[in-house]
């Protein structure tokens, strides 16, 4: 802690919220809301490593599609699975073994989505799609009570963070959504928040206040419209009428 000083929380929101491990594994504490800025800036990392991903198979002559899967395997890997099983416990708890399926077509839309994006506009889409899902599960942990959840276990809780950060995440997310969309990014951004905001009430009301699978769905529910909205923004093909 001493040697990575203030920069001590981003290794938290590192060691929390993917497979890269920076600095001691000391004791979280009172760095765990100090995080929470990094939790969501470390999606410019993790959407940019799944953009690699697809650059590579690409290079090596691969269709778009496999690069696509190369991507939405490669966010899967570099964010710890984070997401997609702290999606699959919430559907479980919901629909038993309905759950799997639920998880496949998580999947399976964001990897159809990516494919169906212009691949110049795949960067910008992973970053923006990884930077608002992870901003949507912050910003639940605002709108409704703070999440105490196990400090040491993967999440994306980090207890209470203050509106301050809040605005200021929220304004860096919508200069990067306006930036690569223009208006329509930031209707992506407001059409993420009021998910997070509806199933934040959905699990108030059947589990007491939202957990940390709760937010690992709204993150799931929030990249995947994103890349569905970049799919229709810049579309790889024309519009297909039946």
Same mark, same amino acid.
């Given at each position: *802690?001493?040697? %990575?000083?203030?920069?001590?929380?981003?290794?938290?929101?590192?060691?929390?919220?993917?497979? *890269?491990?920076?600095?001691?594994?000391?004791? !979280?504490?009172?760095?765990?809301?100090?995080?929470?800025?990094?939790?969501?800036?470390?999606? /410019?990392?993790?959407?940019? $490593?799944?953009?690699?991903?697809?650059?590579?198979? =690409?290079?090596?002559?691969?269709?778009?599609?496999?690069?696509?899967?190369?991507?939405?395997?490669? %966010?899967?890997?570099?964010?710890?699975?984070? *997401?997609?099983?702290?999606?699959?416990?919430?559907?479980?708890?919901?629909?038993?073994?309905? =759950?799997?399926? #639920?998880?496949?077509?998580?999947?399976?839309?964001?990897?159809?989505?990516?494919?169906?994006? $212009?691949?110049?506009?795949?960067?910008?889409?992973?970053?923006?799609?990884? %930077?608002? $899902?992870?901003?949507?599960?912050?910003?639940?942990?605002?709108?409704?009570?703070?999440?105490?959840?196990?400090?040491?276990?993967?999440?994306?809780?980090?207890?209470?963070?203050?509106?301050?950060?809040?605005?200021?995440?929220?304004? /860096?997310?919508?200069?990067?959504?306006?930036?690569?969309?223009?208006?329509?990014?930031?209707?992506?951004?407001?059409?993420?928040?009021?998910? #997070?905001?509806?199933?934040?009430?959905? =699990?108030?009301?059947?589990?007491?206040?939202?957990?940390?699978? /709760?937010?690992? /769905?709204?993150?799931?529910?929030?990249?995947? !419209?994103?890349?569905?909205?970049?799919?229709?923004?810049?579309?790889?093909?024309?519009?297909?009428?039946?």
């Amino acid at each position: *802690m001493r040697r %990575l000083g203030p920069l001590y929380p981003a290794s938290v929101a590192l060691r929390r919220t993917t497979v *890269m491990r920076v600095g001691p594994n000391a004791p !979280i504490g009172e760095d765990l809301a100090r995080s929470a800025p990094w939790v969501v800036g470390l999606g /410019a990392i993790t959407g940019f $490593a799944g953009y690699a991903a697809a650059w590579v198979v =690409a290079r090596w002559g691969a269709s778009p599609l496999l690069a696509a899967a190369a991507a939405v395997a490669a %966010l899967a890997i570099v964010g710890g699975a984070v *997401m997609e099983s702290g999606f699959a416990r919430w559907a479980e708890r919901r629909a038993g073994r309905a =759950a799997v399926i #639920a998880s496949v077509t998580s999947m399976v839309v964001r990897f159809a989505a990516l494919a169906s994006i $212009a691949p110049g506009r795949w960067l910008a889409a992973l970053v923006v799609a990884e %930077l608002a $899902a992870r901003w949507s599960a912050v910003l639940l942990q605002r709108l409704g009570d703070p999440i105490f959840d196990d400090a040491e276990r993967p999440g994306y809780s980090v207890g209470e963070v203050s509106w301050g950060v809040i605005g200021a995440v929220t304004a /860096a997310v919508a200069i990067a959504a306006a930036w690569a969309f223009g208006w329509r990014g930031i209707a992506a951004l407001v059409a993420c928040g009021a998910c #997070a905001f509806a199933l934040g009430l959905e =699990a108030q009301r059947r589990d007491g206040q939202p957990g940390s699978d /709760a937010l690992a /769905a709204v993150a799931a529910l929030a990249g995947a !419209i994103v890349l569905v909205a970049a799919a229709l923004i810049a579309p790889a093909w024309p519009a297909w009428t039946p």
